[in-house]
Every structure is written in structure tokens, then in C-alpha cells.
Nanobody, 115 residues
């Protein structure tokens, strides 16, 4: 079955950086888009960044220029490099893929940015 395992979250001061990783299994990673979402307390889950199987990327306006999504097909892993972090980036970050026509989610990793 599809498994997505996130790691790399933590507590960081404003202006700092973190790199999230999502290790995937159970599907042909190289042929599927991968996405990062986040959900802050009391807010809806929102799309942060996405990368297609061909490597095209898109970002939420709130993170453009600060976050970078990338993928390593040899490791079946997608990354989210987060720089210049702000307190408003505090959220649980989730990895997602629409593999096999169904949305699959990881368990999430907490990112907390202190001011």
C-alpha cells in the first residue's frame, strides 16, 4: 500500500531554515506528482508546494521565494526546503500524492516558528 513518511519538522526561530523530507513507497514514485500541504490550528489545510513527475513546480503565494520543493526519484523522496521562516509558517506539514487516482497522506510533521 502507499506509504508516505514525513520527517524534519521542529522548532526554529524566525528567519531560520528547515528541510522536510517525505519518503514514499507502494507506488511508482517517478511517475506521480508530489505535494506539500500544511494546516495551522483553526485553519483549513492549504497547498504549499507541488512538483510534477517531470519536475515542474508551483507554490502558494505566501511561500514563493522562500520555499523550494524538489524530488529525488532514486530515493523516492520529496523535499521541502524552507528558508526565512516566519511565525505564520507554524503548522503541521503533510506530504500528499494522487497515486492510483486517490489522495494519499502522510502522518504530518510539526513545524513551529518562534518570533
Amino acid at each position: 500500500q502507499v506509504q508516505l513518511v514525513e520527517s524534519g519538522g521542529g522548532l526554529v526561530q524566525a528567519g531560520g531554515s528547515l528541510r522536510l523530507s517525505c519518503a514514499a513507497s507502494g507506488f511508482i514514485f517517478s511517475m506521480n506528482a508530489m505535494r506539500w500541504y500544511r494546516q495551522a490550528p483553526g485553519k483549513q489545510r492549504e497547498l504549499v508546494a507541488a512538483i510534477t513527475s517531470g519536475g515542474s513546480t508551483k507554490y502558494a503565494d505566501s511561500v514563493k521565494g522562500r520555499f523550494t520543493i524538489s524530488r529525488d526519484n532514486t530515493k523516492s523522496t520529496v523535499y521541502l526546503q524552507m528558508n526565512s521562516l516566519k511565525p505564520e509558517d507554524t503548522a503541521v506539514y503533510y506530504c500528499n500524492t494522487p497515486a492510483w487516482g486517490v489522495d494519499h497522506w502522510g502522518q504530518g510533521t510539526q513545524v513551529t516558528v518562534s518570533s
